[in-house]
């Protein structure tokens, strides 16, 4: 992605503090947030800047929660796996979330591994009481790295 331009908010990268900037148009910011907010300038023959923004490597989440637990505490704990992954430089796909039912955390172990060959994600972000040597051998599996939140 290229964007250049003289205005407000010209130079920056999609989704930092000025989205919309000149050269953005109609920007549509849910396609625009996998995009690194550290731009990389170069400039053109006539002096005009041009910022290039690489897009994110993709990252699956994987979270573990009771079967009981509230509404706002699953979405605590996705919103906290997110922002851990904003600040490890990865674009969040999807959080899957496990709670100790074997039959159940199979099957979303599938959903996990399928999406990820799907979409070519490089990590799988992990919270909680999850089981590591399952999402080790997923992850070794379809070349991923895992990072663990703590």
């Not at 430089?89 to 039912?101: H, K």
């Amino acid at each position: 992605m290229l964007i250049s331009g003289t205005g407000t908010g010209a130079g920056k990268c999609p989704g930092s503090d000025a989205l919309f900037g000149q050269g953005i148009g109609d920007a549509n910011p849910a396609r625009l947030g996998a995009f690194q907010l550290r731009p990389r300038k170069n400039t053109r023959p006539d002096g005009e800047a041009i910022v290039m923004c690489m897009p994110r490597p993709l990252a699956v989440g994987l979270v573990h929660q009771s079967a009981n637990a509230l509404t706002i505490e699953r979405g605590q704990a996705r919103i906290a796996l997110s922002l851990f992954a904003n600040a490890e430089g990865y674009a969040l796909v999807e959080t899957f979330e496990v709670d100790g039912s074997a039959t159940r955390d199979a099957a979303t172990l599938l959903a996990l591994e399928e999406l990820a060959q799907r979409v070519e994600a490089v990590a799988v972000i992990v919270s909680g009481d999850v089981d590591r040597e399952k999402v080790e051998a997923i992850a070794e599996w379809v070349r991923m790295v895992v990072l663990v939140r703590t």
